[in-house]
């Protein structure tokens, strides 16, 4: 089985998992127990992976707030800031192309009375600069705009919509959780007041993120959306997930030391992969930009190819549609439809997403695996298409 699907999740790191075993052991202390060597012993080990996160995004240690998880950061990212700007406004700009926790919170605001632009992207999936300029209000209180698309891997000008967001004092929000650890992410320098990060994206464990907020110049301030106990300076309360946690520390730690060269060698995997589906096959299109784009990242539409039918006749590779599945239907991505695709194009769309684990012999095998497979489709005329 060949896993091409990493930006769906990553499998943990087997150094992270070793980082990791302690503190389901031995170690096993709760965090916020100030009274003896088991609670001293935790809180150290969250402080360390504290420290390691922060300095992966040019943080302070103060910043990074645990969380569950993106989803839970995006929200109290977005709700938290709207609720603590209330005296500013209540308007929020974000874009079509966002993850679903950014645009379902955007939604609930917006059933709350808020005023929301939501923008297209250009047909490259960058963000234009100037309707993001065009779109801000004296009463716009933040900007949600992420760092890497999860399913088109287009990199956004983030120093340029941070720059933006300064020069007219609105907050800047940024779900940075597929750009984290694989591209050089820093909040000063990008201007980002606001990011959410996950750990099973970089390698690391389920069920732990953080939300970075900006403590200094300017001050990003937030109110809580979860309550009991106060934990995390107050920002988000509840009983730490000690091992979780130390596993994203050295998540973090290891993505610092070997991005880089992880970084060159997923981009050249990406290309050998890209030149052998166009060489395998006529009717193969890249969605989203190459010149700023995660290195590990490729989202193809196979013309007249239902992409589901085809993931459906490659058992021995795991890839993704980037649809939105419900238990009855599957709809094609927003992503997609937001770049001008109508349904038919957004259906035979397939997101190849390689990681750390994943070889040349794999890419190989996967791409001839495809390509048979598309053209056994289309012989056979089972396309999926009116």
């Known amino acids: ?210 939300l970075y907020v900006r403590k200094r110049n300017p001050r990003a301030l937030l109110v809580a959306q979860i309550d009991g106990g106060g934990h995390e300076s107050g920002m988000r309360s509840g009983t730490l997930n000690v091992p979780a946690i130390v596993g994203f520390g050295e998540a973090c730690r290891l993505c610092a030391r070997e991005m880089d060269a992880d970084g060159a060698r997923l981009a050249a995997l990406r290309d050998r992969l890209r030149a052998l589906l166009e060489a395998g096959l006529d009717g193969v299109t890249v969605n989203g930009t190459m010149q700023r784009r995660l290195p590990g990242n490729l989202n193809v539409t196979f013309e007249g190819v239902d992409a589901e039918s085809l993931l459906i006749a490659l058992p021995d590779v795991a890839l993704s549609t980037g649809a939105s599945c419900t238990s009855a239907t599957v709809e094609p991505s927003h992503v997609l439809q937001a770049l001008g695709m109508d349904r038919r194009q957004a259906q035979a769309s397939v997101r190849f997403g390689l990681g750390r684990f994943n070889t040349g012999e794999e890419v190989e095998q996967a791409a001839g695996q495809v390509v048979e497979a598309v053209r056994r489709i289309r012989k056979l005329g089972l396309t999926g298409w009116a």
Request: with cysteine; proline share 5%.
């Open 1 to 210: 089985m060949v896993y091409l699907d990493n930006h769906s999740t990553t499998p943990v790191d087997p150094r992270v998992l070793e980082a990791m075993l302690p503190y389901f052991g031995p170690r096993f202390g709760n965090a916020a127990s100030r009274g003896h060597r088991f609670g001293w012993e935790a809180e150290k080990a969250v402080e360390l992976a504290r420290r390691r996160i922060a300095e992966l995004a040019g943080a302070a240690p103060r910043e990074i707030v645990f969380t569950s998880g993106a989803t839970e950061s995006d929200n109290l990212a977005i709700k938290g800031a709207m609720e603590a700007g209330r005296r500013k406004g209540n308007h929020v700009v974000t874009m079509a192309t966002e993850h679903k926790a950014v645009l379902d919170s955007v939604k609930h605001l917006e059933r709350q009375g808020c005023q929301v632009a939501i923008l297209p992207p250009m047909a490259d999936g960058l963000l234009d600069l100037n309707a993001l300029r065009a779109a801000l209000r004296p009463e716009t209180v933040l900007v949600s705009v992420m760092y890497a698309n999860n399913e088109i891997g287009t990199v956004q000008p983030v120093a340029e919509i941070g720059a933006i967001c300064r020069e007219t004092g609105v907050l800047f929000h940024c779900d940075a959780v597929q750009a984290f650890g694989k591209l050089p992410v820093d909040v000063d320098r990008d201007r980002i007041d606001l990011m959410s990060l996950s750990a099973h994206k970089m390698y690391g464990p389920k069920g732990v993120g953080a």
